[in-house]
């Protein structure tokens, strides 16, 4: 289960900058989620709550923000949703070289502490 990585390195970072900030607790965090990232919210959410389980981030709440996925054609420059199952073809010229804009996003963008004045680095991967 892949989203069990995922939830598992999001706790070590946040664990981490909660030490060092000197924050004893977490109440949410906040974690941007692209529709290309193959990521399932709920089984997150699940695999989240339990890796939470006796560290710091115990009882905090995961809230996600999904990206949707976005491409423009690099021969007409038209910009569109390329949906699931992704569809990089252009819409408008039928052109096949496309660059992706968005979807692909996994990263921690906030984390509200339960006290003390920890933070996180900016723009942490996950």
Do not use: K, N
Not at 2 to 13: D, F, L, N, P, R
Not at 33 to 55: H, K, N
Not at 105 to 121: F, K, M, N, T, Y
């Amino acid at each position: 289960m892949h989203e069990m990585s995922i939830a598992t390195a999001v706790v070590a970072q946040v664990a981490a900058a909660a030490e060092t900030g000197g924050a004893t607790g977490v109440e949410t965090v906040l974690l941007q989620v692209g529709e290309l990232a193959g990521v399932v919210p709920e089984s997150l959410a699940f695999c989240f709550e339990l890796a939470c389980t006796g560290t710091v981030l115990a009882g905090a709440e995961l809230r996600t923000e999904a990206v949707p996925a976005r491409a423009r054609c690099t021969g007409c420059a038209l910009e569109w949703a390329v949906g699931m199952p992704p569809d990089l073809g252009c819409p408008g010229c039928g052109g096949g070289a496309a660059e992706l804009l968005s979807g692909r996003e996994l990263q921690i963008l906030s984390v509200r502490w339960a006290d003390g004045p920890a933070h996180l680095p900016a723009h942490q991967e996950g």
